[in-house]
């Protein structure tokens, strides 16, 4: 009997240390400080990260002179703060205690820890003590600065910018936000505007303003043309450009808009102009084609650069190949031109039309061509070229 009890007693702290051993290897390999403290408040169990995270050994922790509130940060705010409250959850028997620390780690840096403090009871000695986890959370604290300091220049982007922007909810099409521009354009007043959705204004049919945001949420378009409908039922041209934003955890549009109604109306009116100005034109060149006379339009350094086809004839070249020639290059004798010359230049000079005489020698024979020259003026009055009409003289 007594061989089977010492047996079993042998096998039981075996079993014991095994249990020990797993629990500190199990400790030892996550990522979170653990500390166990007795009812003095001496370390009594230290773990890996514990020694990684702030640089003190497991056999400093441990010798029982060392004191684990000399791991927080002398002189940060919360440092009594925390250490009250391990005293309250040891003194009170709170189930759990949260609380963030700045903790001295190795190498003489700082880290921000979050710890969740628990009371632990020793039974092998009937006591008390405290469980203390700690994460470090360091780069999520920096990560959510960053996105505090981010959130802060949009806000303050988006309320002084001149441009007329919108933030929407993408599901519901809520107006969840809009700045001042935004608010001088469709007239409402900051509370009106946010009890709207984009339905309220936008005149496109719904089932097709659902699918236009889908596509801007999933960043297949950005830019879109709308009818927007302001307060005082003026409808505008806008044209928005909208991009998923993450702002406080959730994904909205954020759109900026340009009202384009008067630009669209310039376009259109261009556009006409452009029609107007290509039916002129065609028609002019169907006149200057079957004129009897020989059409020209000269430059201030006396070049032709336009030729009608049968003024091109009469050098037996083509209205092409007339252009950016001078009388010398189509082998006219410089006495010839003299006078056409001279009037030529005061009709540049003085704006004046001017009439005269030139004596073309042809291939048949000396033709005389009566001609008159007509000044084309730039908008700020200056003659640019001179039109020039020729005919036979009988």
């Given at each position: 009997?007594?061989?089977?009890?010492?047996?079993?007693?042998?096998?039981?702290?075996?079993?014991?240390?095994?249990?020990?051993?797993f629990?500190?290897?199990?400790?030892?390999?996550?990522?979170?400080?653990?500390?166990?403290?007795d009812?003095?408040?001496?370390?009594?169990f230290w773990?890996?990260?514990?020694?990684?995270?702030?640089?003190?050994?497991?056999?400093?922790?441990?010798s029982?002179s060392?004191?684990?509130?000399s791991?927080f940060?002398?002189?940060?705010?919360?440092?009594?703060?925390?250490?009250g409250?391990?005293?309250?959850?040891r003194?009170?028997?709170?189930?759990?205690?949260?609380?963030?620390?700045?903790?001295?780690?190795?190498?003489?840096?700082?880290?921000?820890?979050?710890?969740?403090?628990?009371?632990?009871?020793?039974e092998?000695?009937?006591?008390?003590?405290?469980?203390?986890?700690g994460?470090?959370?360091?780069?999520?604290?920096?990560?959510?600065?960053?996105?505090l300091?981010?959130e802060?220049?949009?806000?303050?982007?988006?309320?002084?910018t001149?441009?007329p922007m919108?933030?929407?909810?993408?599901?519901?099409?809520?107006?969840?936000?809009?700045?001042?521009a935004?608010l001088?354009?469709?007239?409402?007043?900051?509370?009106?505007?946010?009890a709207?959705?984009?339905?309220?204004f936008?005149?496109?049919?719904?089932?097709?303003?659902?699918?236009?945001?889908?596509?801007?949420?999933?960043?297949?378009?950005?830019?879109?043309?709308?009818?927007?409908?302001?307060?005082?039922?003026?409808?505008?041209?806008?044209e928005?450009f909208?991009?998923?934003?993450?702002?406080?955890g959730?994904?909205?549009?954020?759109?900026?808009?340009?009202?384009?109604?008067?630009?669209?109306?310039l376009?259109?009116?261009?556009?006409l102009?452009?029609?107007?100005?290509?039916?002129?034109?065609?028609?002019?060149?169907?006149?200057l084609?079957?004129?009897?006379?020989?059409l020209y339009?000269?430059?201030?350094?006396?070049?032709?650069?336009?030729?009608?086809?049968?003024?091109?004839?009469?050098?037996?070249?083509?209205?092409?190949?007339?252009?950016?020639?001078?009388?010398?290059?189509?082998g006219?004798?410089?006495?010839?031109?003299?006078a056409?010359?001279?009037?030529l230049?005061?009709t540049?000079?003085?704006g004046?039309?001017?009439?005269?005489?030139?004596?073309?020698?042809?291939?048949?024979?000396?033709?005389?061509?009566?001609?008159?020259?007509?000044?084309?003026?730039?908008?700020n009055?200056?003659?640019?070229?001179?039109?020039?009409?020729?005919?036979?003289?009988?």
């Amino acid at each position: 009997m007594a061989i089977t009890d010492a047996t079993s007693q042998v096998a039981a702290e075996r079993e014991r240390r095994e249990n020990e051993r797993f629990t500190e290897k199990v400790f030892g390999s996550v990522d979170v400080w653990i500390v166990l403290l007795d009812e003095r408040g001496r370390v009594v169990f230290w773990n890996a990260a514990a020694e990684r995270l702030s640089g003190i050994s497991a056999d400093e922790a441990l010798s029982g002179s060392f004191d684990f509130r000399s791991v927080f940060c002398p002189g940060e705010e919360d440092r009594e703060d925390a250490i009250g409250k391990m005293d309250a959850c040891r003194r009170d028997g709170a189930t759990e205690v949260r609380l963030e620390t700045c903790v001295c780690a190795a190498e003489g840096r700082s880290l921000r820890v979050e710890w969740t403090v628990r009371p632990w009871h020793f039974e092998d000695v009937s006591s008390d003590g405290l469980l203390l986890l700690g994460r470090d959370v360091t780069q999520d604290r920096h990560t959510e600065e960053q996105l505090l300091e981010s959130e802060r220049r949009y806000a303050a982007a988006f309320k002084e910018t001149m441009a007329p922007m919108l933030l929407v909810d993408p599901e519901t099409g809520a107006v969840c936000d809009c700045n001042a521009a935004a608010l001088a354009l469709y007239g409402y007043s900051r509370e009106e505007m946010l009890a709207l959705t984009n339905r309220d204004f936008n005149l496109l049919p719904a089932e097709d303003l659902r699918k236009n945001m889908e596509e801007a949420t999933a960043r297949l378009r950005n830019r879109f043309v709308f009818q927007h409908r302001l307060k005082n039922g003026d409808i505008r041209t806008v044209e928005v450009f909208a991009s998923p934003t993450p702002f406080q955890g959730k994904t909205f549009l954020f759109s900026i808009l340009h009202d384009i109604t008067e630009k669209q109306r310039l376009e259109e009116q261009l556009h006409l102009v452009t029609f107007d100005c290509a039916l002129q034109a065609k028609i002019l060149g169907g006149i200057l084609e079957s004129s009897p006379d020989y059409l020209y339009v000269f430059d201030r350094m006396r070049k032709f650069c336009f030729s009608g086809k049968k003024g091109a004839a009469l050098f037996e070249r083509t209205p092409e190949e007339m252009t950016g020639r001078s009388w010398e290059a189509l082998g006219i004798p410089e006495e010839r031109i003299a006078a056409f010359d001279e009037h030529l230049a005061q009709t540049f000079a003085a704006g004046k039309s001017k009439r005269g005489v030139l004596v073309f020698p042809a291939p048949h024979g000396d033709m005389p061509l009566e001609y008159a020259l007509y000044p084309i003026c730039s908008e700020n009055g200056v003659v640019d070229m001179v039109f020039c009409s020729m005919h036979a003289v009988p």
